[in-house]
């Protein structure tokens, strides 16, 4: 009986993320795919708004989603110094906690994005958020604080006057901040049960807004892909010890993605890179100055590659070649990254604009449009049968009248 | 015989509940010692953690208490404190539990109480009861805490709108006056500059911010690769007016200048011309009536470094990202008398059009950003070469 009792209390104790949740930047992957089915294709605002509900500060961080709970953060106040982290029903959208906290770092940054711009991680058992202020603050997912880490305080050089973006992963446990500037720039490895420094390595002493990329090990070796003016840098979360250097450049905006031992690096356009089983090499398989992306990380889906580009132009190429099979000009300017359901591929328009793909039509096909009336730059999150997107002043809940 | 064991009973329950509640007190203020010692990279966070786990337990009456001990706290403390001030509020206003109104109110009322638990006590008052926290804000028009008089000038400028409505120019014109006195923060220093030029009034934004308008200027020395950010120039071994620097133009030396712009705009362009890859330093003399603390809040878009008397203040190699009046707030210590501060700008090779200011603003203020004057202006007669 004990050991039944064992059993299911570590059932419950490690394995909280299931396979639907959205649990970090651009999903549990962090590359936009979702496996949810039954999302709506033809949108409509009179039928497919489960619930909208009004936000207490500005954000363009990704809502996350966890089981029937919803967090997101804003930040308030007249200096945005007031950084708040929610907690809702995904069920009804109501309010089951919020907290604030002083900003400890900067909370200056360009009009147009935020202090809380970076996309919280969660492992399923707490909730790791951090702000353009290079402040982090883990949270159980009840609301309690369980430690804090304030990198501006600690570290007086590390900050962006046009605001830091770049969000949280989690790698073999290792909660990897990529906190790269001008000035005091650096990634460092902190230990998610105490938030203290495990390791610590310099950057290149430039703007940097992208998000690393993981490759989860099924034998237990993840690897973190940093991005940055200066390539890829392939490090071990367990002790940033770099492993490989793509050393062509790379954008500091869109983020790289991952499928399978592909890697596609916004660089000279885009890039893939093969990774070799042992996760020690790469080769590049193709580049293509004709799928540059945007502000918008491109999504590989299928035997397709996606890449959003700044003028709002959707191409669609051939994920082994590189080879552009088609374009479609979709209504921009976009802030956030596409995600992609059953063969839809879902973004958000700066304007507010809710478009849908059907990426099964010759040359893909705008299946519904959806005006939400307010500036969307961040990239949505899918779970429960539902699309969940934020504004500045709101977060909705998009399903089937179904998953209402 | 039964007496005394009845009353040996009651004493032993007493005693049991003293203890009880005395190591209640004890254990209480052990978790916020261990609160106020966490530390810079993490440590004693996990103490901390254990520690947030009891006080978020704590009853409402422990919320004054809690925001007391973030007086003097820093700010990884006064924020693991909040937190565990928010749990307990949240969870009795979600319990419908009453607050403790009067007691939150006198910690508000209290100015020799920091200004961040003070401004989050009006918080709890606002969102326990709004109108009880309404008829405070009028209080607020000179307090320390910026939040807290922010409340109050903005309430001064709705009923001086009215005033102005009401064609009462002149009832309006003083209100004006007395927001724009106490008013910190720049949106509602310029809303209220501008109803008041509305009116017909002058208003010196220059003088209200105390951005230093006269100083000497030298340069330019190089910036070639960036490198001119960590190079030790002449004018930060020798600041002296009268020195004579070398540079890649042949012998440099400090000219006099003064800027008219209403926020201070110190303008390396204007007697250089608009270069690339170039250093300049500023120089002016601040004179202080006493011995102070003070803070410098400096705006610059360009690489730079800041000298008081002699001593590096703080420094920051980033280019072209973004400026704003009290974009860096650098603690300092003022001395009774003459003070010298040195500002080096460097100004990178980017040539786009946002990337042609080589500029900055500094004001010198207290912690509420109310400014300090210089006691007269200082007076360098240095001849321009």
Redesign the interface.
């Known amino acids: 009986m004990k050991k039944h009792l064992l059993i299911i209390a570590l059932v419950v104790l490690t394995a909280r993320v299931s396979a639907g949740d959205w649990t970090g930047f651009r999903g549990p992957h962090g590359n936009g795919v979702s496996d949810e089915v039954g999302l709506p294709v033809n949108l409509d605002i009179e039928k497919h708004i489960a619930w909208k509900v009004a936000l207490p500060g500005k954000g363009l961080s990704s809502p996350l989603v966890l089981g029937d709970r919803v967090f997101v953060t804003v930040s308030g ?2 200096r945005q110094d007031r950084l708040q982290i929610i907690c809702l029903s995904s069920i009804d959208g109501s309010v089951i ?6 900003a ?1 770092g900067s909370t ?3 009009s147009k994005t935020s202090i809380a711009a970076p996309t919280p991680v969660t492992d399923g058992v707490s909730l790791f958020a951090i702000f353009s202020s290079n402040d982090i ?1 883990c949270l159980d997912l009840n ?8 990198l501006t ?2 570290y ?2 590390a ?4 605001g830091m973006a770049s969000s949280l992963v989690l790698a073999n446990d290792v909660l990897v901040a990529q906190v790269e ?3 005091e720039s650096f990634v460092v490895g ?2 998610k ?5 495990l390791w610590k390595i310099n950057r290149p ?1 430039s ?1 940097n807004w992208t998000t690393a990329t993981v490759n989860k090990s099924k034998f237990g070796k993840d690897q973190v892909f940093l991005q940055s003016g200066e390539g890829i840098h392939a490090i071990d979360p367990e002790n940033g010890n770099m492993v490989w250097h793509y050393s062509d450049g790379a954008s500091t905006i869109p983020s790289s993605v991952l499928k399978g031992n592909m890697l596609y690096v916004p660089s000279q356009g885009l890039t893939a890179l093969e990774l070799s089983k042992d996760g020690k090499t790469f080769k590049q398989k193709w580049r293509s100055g004709r799928l540059r992306p945007g502000t918008a990380s491109p999504l590989a889906y299928r035997n397709h590659i996606y890449s959003l580009n700044n003028a709002g132009v959707l191409a669609c190429a051939d994920i082994e070649s590189g080879k552009r099979l088609w374009q479609l000009r979709l209504d921009g300017p976009f802030g956030g990254s596409p995600v992609v359901a059953e063969n839809h591929l879902y973004v958000f328009s700066e304007e507010g604009l809710a478009q849908v793909v059907d990426l099964t039509a010759p040359e893909g096909n705008i299946s519904g449009k959806m005006d939400l009336g307010e500036m969307i730059q961040c990239s949505p999150a899918v779970a429960n049968g539902a699309i969940y997107v934020r504004s500045n002043s709101s977060i909705w809940k998009i399903a089937r009248k179904i998953r209402f | 015989m039964k007496h005394t064991q009845i009353l040996l009973a009651f004493l032993l329950a007493v005693l049991g509940n003293y203890e009880s509640s005395q190591s209640a007190d004890d254990e209480f203020a052990r978790s916020v010692s261990t609160l106020r010692n966490v530390g ?4 004693g ?2 103490a ?2 254990q520690a ?2 009891y006080l ?1 337990n704590s009853g409402k009456e422990a919320i004054p208490s809690l925001l007391f001990e973030m007086n003097g706290a820093n ?2 403390a ?3 404190l ?3 001030v ?2 307990i509020f ?1 969870k009795n206003l979600k319990e419908g539990g009453s607050l403790p109104l009067v007691a939150l109110g006198e910690f508000l009322l209290n100015k020799s109480h920091d200004t ?1 638990p003070r401004a989050m006590a009006f918080d709890l008052i606002k969102r326990t009861d709004a109108g009880v926290a309404n008829r405070l804000i009028p209080g607020f028009l000179g307090d320390p805490s910026v ?1 807290l008089r ?1 409340e109050a000038i903005a309430m001064l400028l709705i009923k001086a709108s009215g005033l102005v409505k009401e064609n009462k120019k002149s009832a309006a014109v003083l209100m004006y006056r007395q927001a724009l006195d106490a008013a910190r ?1 720049l ?1 509602q220093i310029q809303t209220i500059s501008s109803e008041l030029r509305e009116l017909g009034r002058n208003v010196n934004l220059t003088k209200h911010f105390g951005f230093l308008t006269n100083w000497n200027l030298v340069g330019p020395f190089h910036n070639k690769g960036r490198a001119g950010f960590e190079e030790v120039f002449g004018p930060e071994k020798n600041f002296s007016l009268d020195a004579q620097y070398k540079s890649n133009n042949g012998d440099i030396t400090w000219k006099q200048y003064s800027t008219d712009d209403e926020y201070g705009m110190v303008d390396f362009n204007e007697p250089y011309g608009a270069l690339k890859e170039v250093t300049g330093y500023a120089r002016t003399t601040f004179i202080s009536s006493s011995d102070r603390p003070a803070e410098l809040r400096l705006g610059c ?1 360009n690489a730079w470094k800041i000298w008081l008397n002699g001593e590096l203040v ?1 420094g ?4 072209h ?4 009046i009290d ?1 860096y707030k650098l603690p300092i210590q003022l001395n009774k008398g003459t003070n010298i501060i040195l500002v080096k700008a460097c100004q990178n090779e980017q040539k786009e059009e946002w990337t042609v200011q080589w500029q900055f603003q500094l004001r010198v203020c207290d912690s509420t950003g109310t400014a300090i004057h210089s006691y007269s202006k200082p007076v360098s007669k240095v001849a321009a070469k």
């Open positions: 106040g007249t906690w919020h907290r604030q906290f002083w400890m200056m940054c360009h603050f609301g309690n604080l369980k430690w804090l880490r304030g305080v600690d007086p050089n900050r962006n006057s046009l500037n001008d000035s902190l230990d049960g105490s938030g203290s420094n002493k703007a | 810079s990279e993490g440590e966070n996990v901390a953690s947030m786990e978020s700010p990884f006064a924020n693991y909040r937190g565990a928010e749990v949240n961040k939040d922010r923060d949106d878009k703080f920051r190699d980033e280019y990202r973004g400026m704003r974009q």
